[in-house]
């Protein structure tokens, strides 16, 4: 069975560019989610979907991030502009739902460094 | 207010010992599941381990088991006879069902282990 993919695995930046993630989740799995993980911190959550659903973006600064999951399977995160303070790993995962979905699964992250 | 707390920022165990990683959480969600990830330096986020709310005896995989205290809202892993090979960050992790399957991680623990 195919894992999480996510591309480009690394990508570098000018402040004030922009830059696109791209994550193809686990077949059949309806629930996706977007993590920051910075450097010696653990995950932080951007955004949430249910198939292409919105469910929590609480967290996600919409002023510079947006993220969009069309027909409910791959999932694009934007950055626009990039600050340096987004340098970080971003990290796709997904699950199944309902009270027995197990654990969430990772794809192997996009590492992004602003200069 | 943080939802998963782990007190302990690093650890030192000697190779063959058992190790104990602390981890407490705060929901007023009834059904919820409770998640260890190991996140080696090569940044791979590994499942390890898996607790349900209602599940009344603890978790085991292998050398990995889960202390659930439920009065406590605590979640402890434990590493028995540990290898070089451990050496990693760990995360606990919380899903609440019952809050849009909202999956949140703590700030983790860097486990070293010594020869």
């Known amino acids: 069975e195919a894992g999480v993919a996510q591309s480009p695995r690394y990508k570098i930046i000018e402040k004030r560019q922009s830059v696109a993630f791209w994550c193809n989740p686990i077949s059949g799995h309806a629930t996706l989610y977007w993590y920051q993980q910075i450097l010696g911190q653990g995950p932080k959550l951007l955004i949430q979907f249910q198939n292409n659903g919105v469910v929590d973006d609480s967290q996600l600064p919409k002023d510079r991030f947006s993220a969009e999951r069309l027909k409910g399977v791959d999932s694009t995160l934007k950055i626009q502009p990039a600050k340096l303070e987004d340098s970080a790993v971003y990290l796709c995962?997904?699950?199944?739902?309902?009270?027995?979905?197990?654990?969430?699964?990772f794809g192997e992250g996009s590492r992004l460094t602003v200069l | 207010a943080q939802k998963i707390t782990q007190t302990q920022p690093g650890m030192f165990v000697q190779e063959k010992e058992a190790v104990t990683l602390d981890c407490t959480y705060d929901t007023s969600d009834q059904s919820y599941g409770l998640f260890w990830y190991k996140q080696p330096s090569s940044g791979e986020m590994i499942f390890l381990i898996y607790?349900?709310?209602?599940?009344?005896q603890n978790a085991t995989e292998g050398r990995y088991s889960l202390n659930f205290q439920k009065a406590r809202k605590s979640a402890n892993l434990v590493i028995s006879a540990s290898q070089l090979g451990d050496s990693a960050m760990y995360f606990c992790a919380m899903r609440e069902d019952n809050y849009g399957q909202n999956f949140v991680f703590g700030p983790g623990t860097r486990l070293s282990v010594l020869p």
């Open positions: 995962a997904s699950s199944l739902v309902g009270r027995n979905a197990g654990e969430l699964f």
């Open positions: 607790q349900g709310s209602y599940d009344e």
